[in-house]
């Protein structure tokens, strides 16, 4: 397990040494995380769901696992408006203080993390929280951050499959597909195999792109805003020990469990400021909160780790 930490700060630090040589420009770095998203992670999620064999216990613990997540999103965030009228925030920053506080980056930090720590069998399960993630920003999470003025279904609809409907949820459902019906069999080896070699990209480049987003982000600045701080450290402290009162009261099997604890130990989800920006109001704030969750997440992700151990 030491071994899977150094690896994960190693990579870290090699991205955070690469923005402070000015090989990854802020661009550059914005650049890699598309492609992380849309090409490697994609590609990941193909050939790993694929090629496992779906049981009946795996399908229910995938189908659980997303439930779960979706309403641990949903119920944290409505805990933390509360926690927003107790701090005498105003009232036009609680719907943002929901999503960002909610949200939680199962898919570029998520699945990463996972295979270093878990391996494929991991993987089955944290994509269940990209799939509830996805499902979560674009429905409840427009509803809630436009003030609830995007009610019309059509409206709602149109907004649904613009963000629902991306690559990381059509390779989970594509992967699932070729698992059950085996359909893998007749793809051809040499497909499978440049599949495999573009996911295998997405572990290095998603953790080298955070060190580089740690050094372009101007700490000394962000240590000036200590409502998202404060904030940041709550849900990031809170939210996890919600997960493992739950669990001891959920009959999942242990590695279940553990990629669980991991994914509410994730930050929130870098596209949430941009949702703000769209539908609502507080971008800065979420913006910030994103970043103080991803920098506190070092802390969090390998303690999740070393509890689930203990725990399960």
């Given at each position: 397990?030491?071994?899977q930490f150094f690896m994960l700060f190693g990579?870290?630090?090699?991205?955070?040494?690469?923005?402070?040589?000015?090989?990854?420009?802020?661009?550059?770095?914005?650049?890699?995380?598309?492609?992380?998203?849309?090409?490697?992670?994609?590609?990941?999620?193909?050939?790993?769901?694929?090629?496992?064999?779906?049981?009946?216990?795996?399908?229910?613990?995938?189908?659980?696992?997303?439930?779960?997540?979706?309403?641990?999103?949903?119920?944290?965030?409505?805990?933390?408006?509360?926690?927003?009228?107790?701090?005498?925030?105003?009232?036009?920053?609680?719907?943002?203080?929901?999503?960002?506080?909610?949200?939680?980056?199962?898919?570029?930090?998520?699945?990463?993390?996972?295979?270093?720590?878990?391996?494929?069998?991991?993987?089955?399960?944290?994509?269940?929280?990209?799939?509830?993630?996805?499902?979560?920003?674009?429905?409840?999470?427009?509803?809630?951050?436009?003030?609830?003025?995007?009610?019309?279904?059509?409206?709602?609809?149109?907004?649904?499959?613009?963000?629902?409907?991306?690559?990381?949820?059509?390779?989970?459902?594509?992967?699932?597909?070729?698992?059950?019906?085996?359909?893998?069999?007749?793809?051809?080896?040499?497909?499978?195999?440049?599949?495999?070699?573009?996911?295998?990209?997405?572990?290095?480049?998603?953790?080298?792109?955070?060190?580089?987003?740690?050094?372009?982000?101007?700490?000394?600045?962000?240590?000036?805003?200590?409502?998202?701080?404060?904030?940041?450290?709550?849900?990031?402290?809170?939210?996890?020990?919600?997960?493992?009162?739950?669990?001891?009261?959920?009959?999942?099997?242990?590695l279940a469990k553990s990629v669980f604890l991991?994914?509410?130990?994730?930050?929130?989800?870098?596209?949430v400021p941009m949702m703000v920006g769209q539908?609502?109001?507080?971008?800065?704030?979420?913006?910030?909160?994103?970043?103080?969750?991803?920098?506190?997440?070092?802390?969090?992700?390998?303690?999740?780790?070393?509890?689930?151990?203990?725990?399960?």
């Amino acid at each position: 397990m030491y071994g899977q930490f150094f690896m994960l700060f190693g990579l870290i630090l090699v991205g955070y040494y690469c923005n402070k040589k000015g090989y990854l420009t802020p661009q550059t770095n914005k650049n890699m995380g598309s492609m992380v998203m849309r090409v490697t992670i994609p590609a990941m999620l193909i050939t790993t769901i694929s090629s496992i064999v779906i049981t009946d216990q795996i399908l229910k613990g995938f189908f659980l696992s997303a439930a779960g997540q979706a309403a641990m999103m949903i119920g944290f965030g409505f805990l933390m408006r509360f926690y927003g009228k107790w701090r005498k925030m105003e009232s036009a920053l609680l719907p943002m203080l929901d999503l960002t506080t909610g949200s939680l980056n199962t898919g570029f930090i998520g699945l990463p993390v996972t295979m270093i720590f878990f391996g494929q069998a991991g993987i089955m399960y944290m994509s269940a929280g990209v799939l509830a993630l996805n499902l979560y920003l674009w429905s409840y999470g427009v509803y809630i951050i436009s003030g609830k003025k995007e009610t019309n279904p059509i409206v709602m609809g149109k907004t649904f499959l613009k963000g629902a409907v991306n690559p990381n949820c059509i390779a989970i459902l594509l992967g699932l597909a070729l698992a059950m019906t085996r359909a893998i069999e007749f793809v051809p080896e040499m497909v499978i195999g440049l599949l495999t070699k573009v996911g295998d990209l997405s572990t290095p480049l998603s953790l080298i792109y955070i060190g580089a987003l740690a050094g372009s982000s101007g700490i000394t600045q962000l240590f000036k805003e200590k409502l998202a701080l404060e904030i940041s450290l709550v849900k990031m402290i809170l939210m996890p020990a919600l997960a493992i009162l739950i669990m001891f009261f959920v009959p999942a099997s242990s590695l279940a469990k553990s990629v669980f604890l991991l994914s509410i130990c994730m930050p929130s989800a870098v596209v949430v400021p941009m949702m703000v920006g769209q539908y609502g109001y507080g971008e800065k704030l979420s913006s910030n909160i994103v970043l103080w969750t991803t920098f506190i997440s070092m802390l969090t992700i390998p303690l999740s780790v070393g509890l689930s151990h203990m725990l399960y």
